[in-house]
């Protein structure tokens, strides 16, 4: 069954460190998302993209955070300099259509420590 | 604003018992609700989901949950528990008018179930 993957899945990085995290949405999904939960919080949106373009972010989703598809596979965040409080898992998601009730898929996340 | 909310941050069941998770939910429009599960050191996995069609869902590993509008409830249940139940239940609501959705998730309830 095809799946979400992430990479890496852990990352220890020093504060004001860019770190890049990757994703591999499923290959027929056009929608693709992060999330993030920092420990014993909520699982928190971040972002969404589509065609190429974001298409809603949360109020977290500051300047320091960019997302790309640089090719036909793969998703990334950048976080342009980490902060103490950018220490949590970060998920991706793809979908394979958008509306209310279509099903988001899950990657396994990637624990970022911001040091 | 759509939000959910789950009462119970932490649920501890004997195994062969009932397995009750609660949500609520908070819509001024009809929701679309979802439960995920999350094994440790894995992604967020999509158990069921409510998208109008029945109010009764059913699920993945026995799990389902019923939708009821007078009561603002989507409670997950489980008639009998199983040890590989042990995990983390998000109840999530789809929120945001971009042309891609955003979940909105719960505080998470730790399942543990005993011998």
């Known amino acids: 069954e095809p799946e979400v993957t992430q990479t890496p899945s852990h990352q220890v990085t020093q504060m004001g460190q860019e770190v890049i995290l990757r994703c591999v949405p499923i290959s027929n999904h056009l929608y693709f998302y992060w999330y993030r939960q920092i420990l014993g919080q909520k699982v928190e949106f971040l972002v969404s993209?589509?065609?190429?373009?974001?298409?809603?972010k949360s109020e977290i989703f500051d300047d320091q955070f960019s997302v790309e598809r640089p090719d036909g596979s793969n998703f990334t965040l950048k976080i342009r300099s980490t902060k103490l409080e950018d220490s949590a898992m970060y998920f991706c998601?793809?979908?394979?259509?958008?509306?209310?009730?279509?099903?988001?898929?899950f990657g396994p996340g990637t624990r970022l420590l911001v040091l | 604003a759509q939000s959910v909310t789950q009462l119970g941050s932490h649920v501890s069941v004997s195994e062969g018992a009932l397995v009750l998770l609660r949500c609520n939910y908070s819509s001024s429009v009809p929701p679309y609700l979802f439960w995920y599960v999350q094994y440790p050191n894995q992604g967020l996995q999509l158990l069921l989901k409510y998208t109008s069609a029945a109010t009764l869902v059913k699920g993945i590993n026995g799990f389902e949950a019923e939708f009821k509008k007078s009561e603002t409830s989507f409670h997950l249940t489980k008639p009998s528990a199983h040890m590989s139940d042990a995990a983390e239940y998000f109840c999530a609501v789809t929120t945001g008018s971009g042309s891609a959705r955003q979940l909105t998730f719960g505080s998470g309830t730790q399942l543990t179930v005993l011998p």
């Open positions: 993209f589509y065609n190429n373009e974001i298409s809603e």
């Open positions: 998601a793809s979908s394979i259509a958008t509306g209310r009730g279509e099903t988001q898929y």
